[in-house]
């Protein structure tokens, strides 16, 4: 289950696909591509951050696909419709939302609310830091303990992780149907295993108000090197889920349903971080 694949088995013309978070653009190249050739085809791009809209708009401009960029928060998608969108696509976004405790949850309401009936949502999201099976995945949880304690440090609030059936539980609760998630990994070699830690840990380390931080983070990241080292770089377990939105009207007071409708989840194939491809479907 590869979001990207999946959306390419769909029909495109004509669709409007929503990415919730787009950063730096990686995922919204790849929406692009795929987007391009299909007639009356349309992205919305939207991030918290604008930094990036014109280096990607002025990147697509010759790709033939309507790509609209707008800055608003995932919680409130300002400048969606209601019931306008066909896809939505939301990749390593619902951990930074969930630094504001509580605000995955109006994101989801609010995804339920800018899909048509019978849209479809692709989330990709990392595991919890707890789930480390191996030395190259210790190497990727230790990476976030010192980039979240160093967060904190700063005034700043960490990004919290949610197990997939946590959030298969929330996706669920706020009227989604047919879900499903799927584990999977990926491997970054050494040498350059690191190098987005150590910048992020610098710009961080910058703002310590002590000398003797400065030098027990450092230290703490030289030992991060030496463990990635020893494994051969860095292995990021994550997950995938997608649902559909139903035919029926859902709001966010299916939340605090002390009754919620049953679940069936079948396990259909092992993998590398949960051992589990999981489906659910809320009756």
């Not at 939340?255 to 491809?277: I, L």
Request: proline share 6%; aromatic share 8%.
């Amino acid at each position: 289950m590869n979001p990207i694949q999946d959306l390419s088995t769909r029909d495109l013309v004509g669709k409007t696909v929503l990415e919730v978070g787009s950063g730096r653009g990686d995922t919204t190249r790849n929406l692009v591509s795929l987007l391009a050739g299909k007639p009356g085809a349309r992205l919305i791009a939207t991030d918290l951050s604008d930094d990036h809209f014109a280096r990607l708009g002025a990147e697509f401009a010759g790709s033939g696909v309507q790509v609209d960029f707008l800055r608003t928060e995932a919680q409130n998608l300002i400048g969606v419709p209601d019931g306008s969108v066909d896809y939505l696509v939301c990749n390593y976004t619902l951990c930074a939302v969930e630094a504001r405790a509580g605000s995955t949850l109006q994101a989801l309401g609010r995804f339920h609310e800018t899909l048509r009936t019978r849209g479809e949502i692709f989330i990709e999201e990392e595991f919890p830091i707890d789930v480390a099976a191996n030395p190259a995945q210790k190497v990727w949880a230790e990476k976030w303990r010192l980039l979240k304690a160093a967060t904190e440090l700063t005034g700043g609030a960490p990004f919290h992780e949610f197990a997939p059936e946590e959030l298969a539980e929330l996706v669920r609760r706020v009227g989604f149907i047919n879900i499903q998630w799927a584990a999977d990994s990926s491997f970054l070699p050494e040498p350059h295993a690191l190098q987005f830690f150590h910048a992020r840990l610098e710009r961080l380390m910058a703002a310590f108000p002590s000398p003797r931080l400065r030098d027990g983070f450092a230290s703490s990241a030289v030992v991060l090197d030496e463990m990635a080292s020893r494994a051969g770089g860095m292995e990021i377990p994550f997950y995938r889920l997608t649902a559909h939105k139903s035919r029926g009207t859902a709001s966010l007071h299916a939340t605090f349903d002390p009754h919620p409708h049953s679940e069936e989840e079948s396990c259909s194939s092992p993998s590398p971080a949960r051992s589990a491809v999981r489906s659910s479907t809320a009756n």
